[in-house]
């Protein structure tokens, strides 16, 4: 456990001993603990104290025997204090312009290799755009609530699941949360409808920010960046508040990210840059969310939804990137959460054939060809040379790809299945009889 959470879970003993070490940075022999709280408590229980403070992290053993000393270690130094009695940190810009792409790592080579593991089977299951989709609705919901959750969301999954698949809002619910998931919705929307596009620059990155955070901000301030100063609540980080250098660094974390070949440490980037960039007035670490899973999705590799994600570590990993650069435990934190929800989109792989996405953004096209072709009783063998022509605006991979796909609808079509392509049954009735007196 790391010290910056362990210190939120000591017992009164234990605050004692900190609180003693903390007045005494060169550090403190047992014998001095023990003669400055033996009046409380036993020795054997002082010892108990210390050896749990030295197993979290928190306290440091240094010499031999007699003459050892015990300090806090350095995070718990550092943590023990409250926020505003901790070192200011302000703004390292370095920290995003000192990344270089495919040199540099946030990610822990640990977590990427667990990432790496939990993905393996996946990726070739998947195109390298999206999902189907049930799959893509699945996630839509789990980072929906996963998501709204980490912000102190009180929504349970299956009334974030009711109000995004019917609409309908819980009772007992402020308002706020109910536009908070929807929000969510809109902007998860946009990330599937865009996936395979090149979108890591700031234009998207405003436009998601403006859907995330519609009707909880000003209207002015959707996707605006910043030009005052903000604070962050439970830490002594402070956020850069000069609207120019804020631009100029999120457009370079947008531009390093997409250069990043590994979508592991390209995601984990975009997770931890754009929640300490604080870009924007409010939303930023919804922002890193939900642009973490570009990299995945574009790869076709399974998405972070969150759900899983322990609040306390999460949050406290993030203070823990803000003011001392360590990203180790917002790793474990967001990675736990990964591994465990990667078998779950693993499985729904396995039993859905999955599209590309040109078949997402051509669906409506698509069912407008098949009805063509079922109206005009174009022959089902023309219906490659049809789909060909009738998608000559496309590039000849996805034209390709669509011909093929509507040559296999036209197969398969029948009365029953045709209200999937939103065809009449009746005409698909006439076209197969039709079909079968002419020998197709």
Same mark, same amino acid.
């Given at each position: 456990?790391?010290?910056?959470?362990?210190?939120?879970?000591?017992?009164?003993?234990?605050?004692?001993?900190?609180?003693?070490?903390? @007045?005494?940075?060169?550090? /403190? *022999?047992?014998?001095? =603990?023990?003669?400055? !709280?033996?009046? #409380?408590?036993?020795?054997?229980? $002082?010892?108990?104290?210390?050896?749990?403070?030295?197993?979290?992290?928190?306290?440091?053993?240094?010499?031999?025997?007699?003459?050892?000393?015990?300090?806090?270690?350095?995070?718990?130094?550092?943590?023990?204090?409250?926020?505003?009695?901790?070192?200011?940190?302000?703004?390292?810009?370095?920290?995003?312009?000192?990344?270089?792409?495919?040199?540099?790592?946030?990610?822990?080579?640990?977590? @990427?290799?667990?990432?790496? /593991? *939990?993905?393996?089977? =996946?990726?070739?299951? !998947?195109?390298? #755009?999206?999902?189907?989709?049930? $799959?893509?609705?699945?996630?839509?919901?789990?980072?929906?609530?996963?998501?709204?959750?980490?912000?102190?969301?009180?929504?349970?999954?299956?009334?974030?699941?009711?109000?995004?698949?019917?609409?309908?809002?819980?009772?007992?619910?402020?308002?706020?949360?109910?536009?908070?998931?929807?929000?969510?919705?809109?902007?998860?929307?946009?990330?599937?409808?865009?996936?395979?596009?090149?979108?890591?620059?700031?234009?998207?990155?405003?436009?998601?920010?403006?859907?995330?955070?519609?009707?909880?901000? #000003?209207?002015?301030?959707?996707?605006?960046?910043?030009?005052?100063?903000?604070?962050?609540?439970?830490?002594?980080?402070?956020?850069?508040?000069?609207?120019?250098?804020?631009?100029?660094?999120?457009?370079?974390?947008?531009?390093?990210?997409?250069?990043?070949?590994?979508?592991?440490?390209?995601?984990?980037?975009?997770?931890?840059?754009?929640?300490?960039?604080?870009?924007?007035?409010?939303?930023?670490?919804?922002?890193?969310?939900?642009?973490?899973?570009?990299?995945?999705?574009?790869?076709?590799?399974?998405?972070?939804?969150?759900?899983?994600?322990?609040?306390?570590?999460?949050?406290?990993?993030?203070?823990?990137?803000?003011?001392?650069?360590?990203?180790?435990?917002?790793?474990?934190?967001?990675?736990?959460?990964?591994?465990?929800?990667?078998?779950?989109?693993?499985?729904?792989?396995?039993?859905?054939?999955?599209?590309?996405?040109?078949?997402?953004?051509?669906?409506?096209?698509?069912?407008?060809?098949?009805?063509?072709?079922?109206?005009?009783?174009?022959?089902?063998?023309?219906?490659?040379?049809?789909?060909?022509?009738?998608?000559?605006?496309?590039?000849?991979?996805?034209?390709?790809?669509?011909?093929?796909?509507?040559?296999?609808?036209?197969?398969?079509?029948?009365?029953?299945?045709?209200?999937?392509?939103?065809?009449?049954?009746?005409?698909?009735?006439?076209?197969?009889?039709?079909?079968?007196?002419?020998?197709?």
């Amino acid at each position: 456990m790391h010290p910056i959470i362990a210190l939120r879970q000591l017992d009164d003993l234990q605050k004692q001993i900190v609180t003693l070490l903390l @007045r005494s940075p060169n550090g /403190l *022999a047992q014998k001095d =603990v023990i003669a400055k !709280l033996a009046n #409380s408590v036993s020795q054997p229980t $002082i010892s108990r104290a210390m050896a749990k403070l030295i197993e979290n992290d928190i306290v440091e053993k240094t010499g031999e025997t007699r003459s050892s000393l015990y300090k806090l270690s350095e995070a718990a130094t550092w943590f023990a204090k409250p926020p505003h009695h901790r070192p200011e940190k302000p703004y390292e810009p370095h920290r995003i312009g000192g990344y270089i792409p495919n040199v540099t790592a946030w990610l822990p080579v640990e977590q @990427r290799n667990r990432m790496t /593991l *939990a993905a393996q089977g =996946v990726n070739q299951a !998947l195109d390298a #755009s999206t999902y189907s989709r049930e $799959i893509a609705q699945r996630f839509l919901i789990d980072l929906a609530w996963a998501s709204s959750s980490l912000e102190g969301n009180t929504y349970s999954y299956l009334d974030t699941e009711v109000l995004l698949q019917y609409g309908q809002k819980a009772t007992g619910h402020d308002l706020e949360e109910a536009t908070m998931i929807l929000n969510h919705k809109h902007a998860i929307d946009e990330l599937i409808e865009n996936v395979g596009r090149p979108v890591l620059d700031q234009k998207f990155a405003s436009r998601i920010h403006a859907m995330l955070l519609r009707d909880l901000i #000003s209207p002015e301030d959707l996707g605006r960046v910043r030009g005052n100063s903000v604070r962050i609540q439970g830490s002594s980080y402070r956020p850069e508040g000069d609207a120019y250098q804020l631009s100029s660094d999120l457009g370079q974390l947008l531009w390093k990210a997409e250069q990043v070949e590994d979508p592991f440490e390209a995601s984990f980037v975009l997770l931890t840059g754009l929640s300490y960039l604080q870009a924007f007035i409010d939303g930023n670490k919804r922002m890193g969310r939900l642009m973490s899973n570009v990299p995945l999705l574009w790869k076709g590799l399974p998405p972070i939804s969150f759900i899983g994600v322990d609040r306390n570590a999460y949050l406290s990993g993030l203070i823990l990137f803000y003011e001392l650069g360590d990203p180790s435990l917002i790793a474990e934190a967001v990675v736990d959460g990964y591994v465990e929800n990667s078998k779950n989109y693993a499985a729904a792989v396995a039993t859905r054939r999955v599209p590309r996405s040109i078949e997402f953004r051509e669906r409506t096209r698509i069912d407008h060809l098949v009805a063509r072709i079922v109206d005009d009783q174009i022959d089902e063998t023309d219906a490659r040379s049809a789909a060909l022509e009738f998608f000559a605006d496309l590039e000849e991979e996805d034209r390709e790809h669509l011909a093929q796909i509507v040559e296999s609808i036209i197969a398969a079509i029948s009365p029953e299945n045709a209200y999937a392509w939103r065809v009449d049954p009746e005409k698909v009735e006439a076209y197969l009889n039709r079909g079968r007196r002419n020998g197709f």
